[in-house]
């Protein structure tokens, strides 16, 4: 079946470092992948879109790798920022316009 | 500054009781989502539409949810009849191919 991994198990850096946030999936041949950002008791808001013949996309301190052979995306944020801290999800979007999370990583940045 | 609206933005009801739930999604958007989300589970696909045409609804637990675009700026998600599992914050989510955009969400209880 379907699956999507991301770390559950949450990442604590400190305040200036990049963070990087792996997602890995199996069984899906993604159109594109998509990372958000959800903080306690709101909507995941849309941070960056890749697609399948993207190897990599850039947004002011964001950076995402898509690698299709890897089956694997890499999230960084560069100089991190106590505002960073959240958790970031993975979605992936086939062909056919269905999208599927992951079940997110949790970070923390410390100042 | 467009956004999806959802709404009730908390309901609590009794087991047995027909829930619904409406999304205003963003105007001119082509695909709409709905999503659950609890802490076990994730963020889990329910159904979505592209252009008012259902495409799949496969998540959902068929003889009890069903999911409808009336017109292009309303989307239904209705429970009959609710059970406790049902508990949960349900998403709307809109897009067109270029991120998807979540509204704030409506708690359920279900007691």
């Known amino acids: 079946s379907q699956k999507i991994e991301q770390n559950s198990e949450a990442l604590n850096i400190q305040e200036g470092k990049t963070a990087t946030l792996t997602c890995n999936y199996t069984?899906?041949?993604?159109?594109?992948l998509q990372w958000y950002r959800q903080d306690p008791g709101r909507g995941p808001v849309f941070l960056l879109l890749?697609?399948?013949?993207?190897k990599e996309k850039r947004k002011e301190r964001l950076k995402v790798t898509f690698d299709t052979t890897l089956k694997q995306s890499l999230f960084h944020i560069t100089a991190s920022q106590p505002a960073d801290s959240a958790t970031y999800l993975c979605?992936?979007?086939?062909?056919?316009?269905?999208?599927?999370f992951g079940a997110g990583t949790r970070l923390f940045v410390k100042a | 500054d467009a956004r999806v609206t959802q709404t009730p933005r908390h309901k609590v009801t009794e087991m047995g009781q027909e829930v619904t739930m409406r999304c205003q999604p963003i105007?001119?958007?082509?695909?709409v989502f709905w999503y659950r989300q609890t802490m076990m589970q994730g963020l889990e696909l329910l159904a979505y539409?592209?252009?008012?045409?259902?495409?799949?609804d496969s998540g959902m637990p068929k003889d009890r949810f069903s999911a409808e675009m009336p017109d292009a700026t309303l989307a239904t998600l209705k429970i009959q009849p609710s059970e406790p599992r049902d508990s949960a914050v349900y998403f709307c989510?809109?897009?067109?191919?270029?991120?998807?955009?979540f509204g704030p969400g409506t708690r359920l209880t279900v007691l």
């Open positions: 069984n899906y041949s993604p159109a594109y």
């Open positions: 979605a992936l979007t086939s062909g056919g316009f269905k999208t599927i």
């Open positions: 539409f592209r252009n008012r045409a259902p495409l799949d």
């Open positions: 105007l001119g958007h082509n695909t």
């Open positions: 989510a809109s897009g067109l191919d270029r991120g998807n955009y």
């Open positions: 890749i697609r399948e013949n993207e």
